[in-house]
């Protein structure tokens, strides 16, 4: 399952500093002028993942395949952008494709580094942001409503059902409410999806603040994560050029570097795993001589769904699931002595993945 994720912010805020720090090269220029990005930037990143360096180490892999998440750096945007300010048309296009945003707002104060907006308001940052998402939406969505009520008018019952659809979404941006904020029914769901609202999709607000607040944030972010807990969304710290840093040094001088300026990880890290986390999306593993791979799937995923995710082949002939939990794997050191402990599993169509499984499936050809 490839995941990809917009990262999304007026001129000068960092963004283009935290692809590069995200993607470790400097493929995209990052410069004090606005619409240094115009062409979106793509950077394919492996997901950090420890647990998949031990399995390796256990079963003696020859490769290592990580699971991997693609993200894109889009032109920043600025107010009037819905109606096609600076580049704005580009900007709602390029995140039409993602999965999720990433909206990144300045919590550090440069006078070196003007701001669009001739201020530093992080909130402000947002609601910009949010607004001209909002008015790209209702415009669409407009567009389209003329012709389906002419269809469901005639008896279209699948136009009628997508009228509904357009009608809550219209109902929550009309309210000044993002349509992520709408209640859809489970049935409801992959339609809504195919409405392909820019403010349906998750939301994760990244805080950039100064190389001083890394570690805690400031008053700042603060604000941002408050907005974040009563969006019901989440917040993320992080010092864009610490990280452009940290992504040049190697991995033993990473560790040293950390923990010189107090922090357990790099901040990129948790970007990823809260992207992972706002996508309800978890791990697995296959591990084995040739390679030890992680492989994502939803929360709540079956047996065959997750057998799928290798090869559609595996999901339709699917017979059961070799399945060893993580921790038992590394304690008993491998599938031969979780086998001779009795922690290896089979399990049929019914079972529900947890996260870290280390698994081998059994299918018809």
């Not at 001589?289 to 997750?306: D, L």
Request: aromatic share 6%; proline share 3%.
């Amino acid at each position: 399952m490839a995941l990809k994720v917009a990262i999304v912010g007026l001129p000068n805020v960092g963004k283009s500093t935290l692809f590069n720090a995200l993607t470790q090269t400097a493929q995209a220029q990052a410069a004090n002028y606005p619409f240094c990005t115009i062409e979106p930037n793509v950077g394919d990143v492996a997901v950090p993942e420890p647990r998949l360096d031990r399995l390796a180490e256990i079963a003696k892999s020859k490769e290592i395949i990580p699971a991997r998440i693609n993200f894109v750096d889009v032109a920043g945007l600025v107010r009037g952008a819905s109606k096609g300010e600076g580049l704005g048309n580009q900007f709602l296009a390029n995140i039409r494709d993602t999965d999720a945003i990433a909206m990144v707002s300045r919590c550090f104060v440069d006078t070196d580094v003007t701001h669009v907006e001739g201020r530093i308001d992080p909130l402000g940052d947002l609601e910009i942001i949010e607004t001209e998402l909002m008015l790209a939406d209702l415009e669409s969505l407009e567009k389209r409503k003329d012709s389906l009520e002419k269809r469901a008018r005639g008896g279209d019952k699948d136009s009628a059902n997508t009228l509904r659809l357009v009608n809550l979404a219209l109902e929550q941006l009309n309210a000044g409410r993002s349509a992520r904020m709408a209640e859809v029914s489970k049935d409801d769901e992959k339609a809504w999806r195919m409405l392909q609202l820019l403010t349906s999709k998750p939301a994760l607000y990244v805080c950039n603040v100064d190389e001083g607040a890394a570690g805690e944030g400031n008053a700042l972010s603060a604000k941002v994560a408050e907005r974040a807990a009563k969006d019901g969304a989440k917040a993320v710290v992080i010092s864009a050029k610490i990280e452009s840093e940290i992504a040049l040094l190697q991995a033993d001088e990473r560790a040293e570097f950390l923990e010189a300026i107090g922090l357990e990880e790099p901040g990129l890290n948790r970007l990823i795993h809260d992207a992972y986390a706002l996508l309800g999306l978890q791990t697995y593993f296959t591990a084995g001589p040739k390679e030890s791979r992680a492989w994502t799937i939803p929360v709540g995923a079956t047996a065959p769904q997750a057998a799928g995710v290798i090869h559609t082949d595996f999901e339709k002939g699917f017979i059961r699931a070799e399945t060893i939990a993580y921790d038992d794997y590394v304690r008993l050191n491998g599938e031969a002595g979780a086998r001779d402990a009795g922690k290896m599993r089979l399990e049929g169509k019914d079972y529900v993945v947890k996260d870290g499984d280390v698994m081998h499936f059994r299918f018809n050809a």
